[in-house]
């Protein structure tokens, strides 16, 4: 027999529970209204119970001559011997219950109810006897209080009458409960608006996050700000600020990049001119590498800089995603004296897309070289990876077989300037922008980037959408 699980309003009542107390912890607007309707309530509460102690003191007292003598009035009009048809014409007018029983009458002006030996076994002797009763005493004397004896010898008994009471409409409570549901949704509304000017922060501070700084944050009443408006005025004052800081840092590093370029190119060529003697050759061969890591250093941090600007412009083209791959590839091992050192495998059928075909080159050189640099005493080749998915996003995946990288590193490897403890090295680790600038190219293409362990080894997945 199959588990059908709990029924389906069990579940939705669950998922009521959970959403009212995520509600209650997370939204101070549901927080704030619960304690103004929890301090209404409160006060509510003490100002009744403290005007019924105010009110209750001596009133008994006061009203117990009135009473008495509207009793002996209520007796006086049945008569003695007692008339049934006063006793009748008394309980249609007024909301009482009479018992008459003597040697002549024996009357009840509600025979449905049971009969009670006591006077206070009656209903509606219990709820004249409660009304009467207090710290006075009249508690002692109530049976001979709303009783009277006639001259003939009946005993006249007045109560209550609980039916009059159940037929009475019940409006008040409900109109009661529709006020203070009403008074609710209008303190819920109010406290909502009130603190709209939080979600305009909220979405100010993410957007600042995310590097958007185009929009500030909306200051309602800029001219006589609240504590809200001002604290969005901090919050947009603070954004201009890191915007021009982000600003500078990006204009001085394109500065100091295109006019290191100059000086880096007349260094290679005055490297180039040097003659080729057995003395001369080791160190001409070390510069001019040194001068490839600066030059290759110059042109990753111009690429990362224009990729990291907002307006970044890419120029599409229609690109065989196959096609680029055999090419790379190629040219990796051509570089590596012909051996096939990267292992592809190319899922046929793949679209063309419209993708910017130099920063794609980029992202795959990068990708593949860093495979390579971490595959040297690694059990397998690199391998790269081209498919389509179901959804109809392409997917890049370059994974190597090498030591791979400690779990708690693996979010920073896609930051620049960034290399893991293993890879600190200039020949083995690079300067730390590969990564970051595959990511700028991916993000670039509205496509993401993701990095995991492959145990062993490092994989790393580009998804570009669909086209």
């Keep these: 027999m199959s588990d059908a699980g709990p029924p389906q309003g069990a579940r939705a009542k669950v998922r009521w529970h959970r959403r009212a107390r995520h509600a209650l912890a997370h939204s101070l607007r549901v927080r704030l209204v619960a304690l103004f309707l929890l301090l209404a309530l409160a006060m509510t509460a003490i100002f009744v119970i403290g005007m019924q102690r105010a009110l209750s003191i001596g009133w ?52 449905n109810e049971p009969e009670y030996d006591h006077p206070y076994d009656n209903p509606g002797d219990h709820r004249l006897r409660d009304s009467a009763a207090d710290a ?28 009059a009471w159940h037929d009475r409409p019940r409006f ?16 819920y509304a109010r406290v909502r608006r009130m603190l709209r000017p939080l979600d305009d922060i909220r979405a100010g501070a993410q957007r600042f996050g995310a590097g958007d700084f185009a929009q500030a944050i909306p200051v309602r009443h800029a001219h006589r700000p609240d504590e809200l408006g001002e604290l969005a005025t901090t919050i947009n004052t603070m954004g201009g600020d890191i915007h021009q800081m ?7 590093l394109l500065a100091i990049s295109h006019e290191l370029r100059s000086p880096l190119t007349r260094a290679r060529l005055n490297t180039e001119l040097l003659p080729e003697t057995p003395e001369v050759q080791p160190s001409r ?10 030059r290759d250093l110059v042109t990753d941090l111009l690429e990362s800089e224009r990729l990291a600007s907002p307006h970044a412009a890419l120029h599409r083209e229609p690109t065989d995603l196959a096609v680029l791959v055999a090419e790379v590839v190629a040219a990796l091992d051509g570089a590596m004296n012909g051996a096939p050192a990267i292992v592809q495998t190319l899922q046929p059928g793949v679209p063309v897309l419209q993708l910017d075909r130099t920063r794609m080159r ?40 090498g030591m791979g990288v400690p779990d708690d590193q693996i979010p920073h490897l896609a930051q620049p300037f960034y290399r893991p403890d293993t890879a600190r090295t200039r ?10 600038l595959c990511k700028l190219v991916a993000l670039a293409h509205g496509g993401s980037f993701v990095v995991r362990n492959g145990q062993p080894g490092l994989a790393v997945c580009v998804t570009l959408p669909a086209p």
């Design 60 to 111: 008994r007292d006061a009203a117990r001559p009135l009473v008495t003598d509207y009793v002996d009035k209520l007796a006086a009009d049945i008569g003695s011997p007692p008339r049934i048809e006063a006793a009748q014409a008394l309980v249609q007018r007024l909301p009482l219950s009479v018992r008459i029983s003597g040697p002549q009458v024996n009357w009840r002006s509600n025979p």
């Design 246 to 252: 982000l600003e500078a840092k990006r204009t001085l």
């Design 285 to 294: 061969e070390a510069l001019l590498r040194d001068l490839g890591q600066m």
């Design 136 to 163: 006075n005493g009249w508690n002692a004397d109530a049976p001979r209080f709303f009783e009277r004896t006639t001259a003939d010898g009946h005993r006249i008994r007045f109560g209550l009458s609980v039916q």
């Design 172 to 187: 008040i409570g409900w109109i009661t409960l529709g006020l203070l549901l009403g008074l609710t949704a209008l303190a």
């Design 362 to 401: 980029l992202l795959l050189r990068n990708l593949l070289d860093n495979a390579l640099r971490h595959s040297v005493d690694a059990a397998q080749p690199p391998e790269v990876t081209l498919a389509q998915t179901a959804d109809g996003a392409i997917q890049i995946t370059v994974r190597d077989f």
């Design 427 to 436: 020949e083995g680790g690079g300067v730390g922008l590969g990564l970051y």
